[in-house]
């Protein structure tokens, strides 16, 4: 919807960062921060912060946040973008190895933030994360309890090892077993000859547009259709259908996910046009965030090794995953020492739930929603689910 039918300001700014929080003085790149003030929104008014996640952030997705949580005109919508992703990155004309972009200098970015503009909006503060993010913001009120009065974490990843098996299991299980099978043979009929060639691309294009169908609501209309098409086509005729909706319906999103987990260098006009933002979660990934897929059996639609995705890091960073050598990354470790009220949300059929916080985990200080029907981020879906989530993450600012 057009920002003239809402009737609400939409303010964008940007902030300036330092690239390292122990250097103050050091050099610096923007952030980049939208906001949305409802049509009477007084400026005391609760503020939901967004802290971005591993993909660019535009005003429609904060208007999404709107939406999905009741359209309530009694809260103020922030969103700060993560840093390397979007527009939010450094001068350096050379993007390929974004040292910069860290989970402890991210949550120092939104820290910065809050701190910035509180004196403008000074009604409490929730946080909110969604995935990677759910985990993010829940070590950011770990690390800044006296910044946010309640914390939302959606589909909250808690756990990060550096491979992982649990997205294949709920996979196996939201797709059916022949659905999954037609799918896992069609990935065998893909396998390279050397790395990042065409048929390494294609294979990444059908496992990254598969592996996102299967934590979407939308499967469950597809699926009987998508059943009886992979068992009956070739692999060459999966692969030209698959390419046409991603053209015609994703503006070529799927492929864009593919070539950019194969490209080896990245410069900052490349970086700018969005293109390449899963380059830098790559990157994360090797140096952090760890979680590559593998199957749980044999024969399943991931076919790579702990191996493979070492020498994967190698070729396109240059060095060893230091994900897959330090100590994970535990926002579960954080959770039980936590002085924050804690809002939970999963979803029963969520293939990220293997990493999520388990449904019958007592929250001490807050709240879990746990939908068995929903997929991840359920909340998003529901207009039902959103308003009893926000309202009770609310409750828990207000206190």
């Not at 390292?20 to 049509?39: A, L, N």
């Not at 068992?231 to 060459?236: A, G, L, Y």
């Amino acid at each position: 919807m057009k920002k003239e039918e809402r009737n609400h300001e939409y303010v964008h700014r940007t902030i300036s960062q330092p690239v390292d929080h122990s250097d103050p003085e050091g050099m610096s790149f923007k952030q980049h921060v939208d906001i949305i003030i409802p049509e009477g929104c007084s400026s005391r008014a609760p503020v939901f912060f967004h802290l971005g996640e591993e993909h660019e952030l535009e005003k429609d997705t904060l208007f999404m946040f709107y939406d999905a949580y009741g359209k309530r005109d009694d809260l103020i919508y922030i969103q700060a973008e993560h840093r390397g992703y979007g527009q939010s990155i450094t001068s350096d004309k050379d993007q390929s190895a974004p040292s910069y972009v860290r989970i402890d200098q991210a949550i120092a970015d939104y820290h910065n933030v809050i701190q910035t503009l509180q004196d403008e909006f000074n009604g409490v503060w929730m946080g909110a994360g969604y995935s990677y993010g759910g985990g993010l913001v829940i070590n950011f009120a770990a690390k800044y309890p006296k910044d946010v009065k309640a914390i939302l974490s959606s589909s909250g990843v808690i756990d990060w090892p550096f491979t992982m098996d649990t997205y294949d299991h709920q996979m196996r299980i939201n797709f059916g077993e022949k659905l999954y099978q037609g799918f896992a043979k069609h990935i065998k009929n893909l396998e390279p000859k050397e790395l990042f060639d065409e048929t390494w691309l294609e294979r990444e294009f059908l496992i990254g547009g598969f592996h996102g169908l299967a934590q979407r609501e939308e499967l469950k209309r597809v699926q009987k259709s998508f059943e009886n098409l992979i068992t009956t086509i070739s692999t060459e005729e999966l692969l030209e259908i698959v390419h046409r909706i991603d053209n015609e319906m994703a503006n070529g999103e799927g492929w864009q996910y593919a070539t950019s987990n194969g490209k080896k260098s990245l410069t900052r006009e490349e970086a700018l046009t969005g293109k390449y933002t899963w380059r830098v979660w790559r990157y994360q990934q090797c140096m952090e965030t760890g979680v590559f897929e593998v199957s749980e059996k044999p024969n399943g639609v991931f076919s790579r090794s702990y191996k493979d995705f070492i020498e994967e890091g190698i070729a396109l960073f240059g060095e060893e995953p230091l994900s897959a050598k330090n100590p994970e990354w535990s926002p579960r470790a954080m959770i039980k020492d936590l002085k924050v009220p804690l809002v939970y949300v999963c979803g029963g059929k969520d293939p990220w739930r293997g990493l999520c916080l388990e449904s019958d985990y007592n929250i001490k200080n807050g709240k879990y929603f746990f939908y068995p029907e929903g997929r991840h981020c359920p909340e998003k879906d529901k207009l039902r689910r959103g308003r009893e989530v926000i309202e009770c993450v609310l409750n828990f600012a207000q206190k």
